[in-house]
């Protein structure tokens, strides 16, 4: 491998763009030095949970890892090399990797030869794990691992952006939701397990609509932030006595802005207006109240005018709201919430699919019923 790292730093300039798209181009200016390395994909670290998922791939020979998470532990193999903030080699895959993990049957059956893992670190904090993987033996030579260490230095630099960018958004919902001076933990827990049954609906419908591992980690940040603007400081109040003869739907329309201009403030603060997520994050804020029959609010959109995210977030929020003690209400049993959602879809204002989705998986349903958020250290 030459070292010409300046053509792959020029090509990750842009930052606007998905982590897929920064992990092809990439992968395309490595291949350009590198064709040996036919897979270049990220996983990231869930420090609340101490798991590895699955996130942004580019891959040119095998299948990729999808939808695939797992925990990591600082005294396992890999833990050890993290904590040491170094590369990992493994330069002869088949006699190497032995253990029966989902992961290592993977990349058994890919037929990879020697695989590169970079830590991704911001600030000495663990971001996540780059892995390069390679269709020759014996590959990663101590030359070749320092010159792709830092060719992708940058991008650990995108993804550390991003990422960052993306635990502001989260942070600040944790912020206005926590500070709130009417049962903040009750909106805490709320949100948190929105978010949860979001995932378990995504993943289900990855496949019918086509949502990448990026799109779905996304989903379920954002899910938190549906409601956000309820519970701002500066947010319309329907108890205020100028608001009397205000419409629910004027109170929502104020709710749904003031949560739009809360995560636009920040984006502007951290310089993120452009980034690809920033949509899907304005769609859930936006269209988690409309129905697919146009009788939802506060614009009565319809089936094909609705986002997918701001679906599953619908169906997770409803769900959630049924199946919890509140002030005001009593929770209702799984059972019930569910017949009550397929109810909403013969209606024709939920979607069945993802209503589908948590009654696939009423076990894993029952034990986020029972959870509650994790709090920020």
């Known amino acids: 491998m030459t070292t010409e790292n300046s053509g792959i730093r020029h090509q990750q300039n842009t930052h606007e763009g998905s982590m897929n798209d920064e992990l092809q181009r990439a992968h395309h200016a490595i291949n350009l030095y590198a064709p040996e390395i ?70 058994l059956e890919q037929g990879y030869l020697a695989s590169l893992t970079i830590p991704v670190l911001d600030h000495e904090q663990f971001t996540g794990l780059l892995f390069l993987d390679a269709n020759q033996p014996q590959y990663f030579d101590s030359a070749t691992v320092a010159e792709l260490s830092a060719c992708t230095h940058q991008l650990g630099q995108v993804i550390n952006e991003q990422q960052a960018g993306i635990q502001a958004m989260s942070q600040m919902g944790y ?7 009417e049962h903040p933990e009750e909106s805490l827990d709320h949100a948190y397990r929105v978010g949860q049954y979001a995932r378990l609906i995504a993943l289900e419908v990855s496949e019918l609509y086509q949502l990448n591992d990026e799109t779905i980690s996304h989903i379920v940040h954002f ?95 409803i769900f959630d709201a049924l199946t919890s003690n509140r002030h005001y209400s009593e929770a209702w049993s799984l059972t019930h919430a569910l017949l009550e959602l397929e109810k909403m879809v013969a209606l024709g204002k939920l979607d069945g699919n993802c209503v589908h989705a948590l009654r696939c998986q009423q076990d894993a349903v029952g034990i986020i019923m029972q959870s509650h958020h994790i709090p920020w250290h």
């Open 223 to 317: 899910a938190e932030l549906h409601d956000i603007g309820k519970y701002s400081s500066l947010s319309t109040r329907t108890n205020s006595p100028w608001l009397q003869d205000w419409s629910n739907n004027l109170v929502l329309i104020g709710q749904i802005q003031q949560g739009l201009n809360l995560v636009n403030q920040l984006a502007s603060q951290v310089h993120h207006q452009q980034y690809a997520y920033m949509d899907l994050l304005k769609d859930i804020i936006q269209y988690h109240h409309e129905y697919l029959d146009g009788s939802g609010a506060p614009n009565g959109l319809s089936h094909g005018d609705i986002p997918v995210a701001a679906r599953i977030v619908t169906v997770a929020n």
């Open 175 to 181: 912020s206005v939701r926590s500070t709130h001076f």
């Open 38 to 107: 036919v897979r270049v994909s990220l996983a990231l670290f869930d420090s609340q949970h101490c798991r590895l998922t699955t996130y942004a791939h580019s891959t040119l020979e095998g299948q990729p890892l999808l939808h695939y998470s797992a925990p990591i532990a600082a005294n396992s193999k890999l833990g050890q090399h993290i904590c040491r903030r170094k590369p990992r080699v493994i330069n002869d895959i088949p006699s190497t990797v032995t253990d029966s993990s989902t992961h290592s049957h993977w990349l």
